[in-house]
T-cell receptor, first 114, second 113 residues
Framework: AQKVTQAQTEISVVEKEDVTLDCVYE???????LFWYKQPPSGELVFLIR??????QNEISGRYSWNFQKSTSSFNFTITASQVVDSAVYFC???????????FGQGTTLQVKP | NAGVTQTPKFRVLKTGQSMTLLCAQD?????MYWYRQDPGMGLRLIHY???????AKGEVPDGYNVSRLKKQNFLLGLESAAPSQTSVYFC????????????FGPGTRLTVL
């Protein structure tokens, strides 16, 4: 089965707290691609990061960081020192093999309160 | 650069009516996609196209048809709308097939009564 699971439906934090969004994926393909997208209240999806299955290096971009672990089939996303502008729905997604088809998780709604 | 645009932004249909959603991109992308977003289910792929004149079925294609007569446009048609097709529809495009990120349009909110 090819599937993405975001077990956290909603998370609420207070500004400046750190928060981690979990993503677990399933695929039998050895080559695959993982993505994170942000959907702010305006509705449009914004690309955040891409990882291929052969690159397990973690990545940091400002307050955002991503932890890719093939051993646990996880691609978790951490926001450090959260801000109100981080409030959005975050989607983790998988492209198995060379299918070109994005398989989305259910999304995690993050609310950052002032 | 407008990126990916969708027309219309909102629409209300009665059961049995037909309509076409238009997606346009000005990035010269080969690949285009139509998704629907329903509460608690993320986005699901309806149809996609790997180039002008080509279309293929995605995860949930029933009740929809598509056409890609021009590289920059991807049309999604509902021949006989049903309440189950009430959803938010997103169009996306990308350079490449798997590795490249997809660029999304602003969405069309469709209600079928």
């Amino acid at each position: 089965a090819q599937k993405v699971t975001q077990a956290q439906t909603e998370i609420s934090v207070v500004e400046k707290e750190d928060v981690t969004l979990d993503c677990v994926y399933e695929t039998r393909d050895t080559t695959y691609y993982l993505f994170w997208y942000k959907q702010p209240p305006s509705g449009e999806l914004v690309f955040l990061i891409r990882r291929n299955s052969f690159d397990e290096q973690n990545e940091i971009s400002g307050r955002y960081s991503w932890n890719f672990q093939k051993s646990t089939s996880s691609f978790n996303f951490t926001i450090t020192a959260s801000q109100v502008v981080d409030s959005a729905v975050y989607f983790c997604a998988l492209v198995p093999g060379n299918t070109g088809k994005l398989i989305f998780g259910q999304g995690t709604t993050l609310q950052v309160k002032p | 650069n407008a990126g990916v645009t969708q027309t219309p932004k909102f629409r209300v249909l009665k059961t049995g009516q037909s309509m076409t959603l238009l997606c346009a991109q000005d990035m010269n992308h080969e690949y285009m996609y139509w998704y629907r977003q329903d509460p608690g289910m993320g986005l699901r792929l309806i149809h996609y196209s790997v180039g002008e004149g080509t279309t293929a079925k995605g995860e949930v294609p029933d009740g929809y048809n598509v056409s890609r007569l021009k590289k920059q446009n991807f049309l999604l048609g509902l021949e006989s709308a049903a309440p189950s097709q009430t959803s938010v529809y997103f169009c996306a495009s990308s350079w490449g097939y798997s590795y490249n990120e997809q660029f999304f349009g602003p969405g069309t909110r469709l209600t079928v009564l």
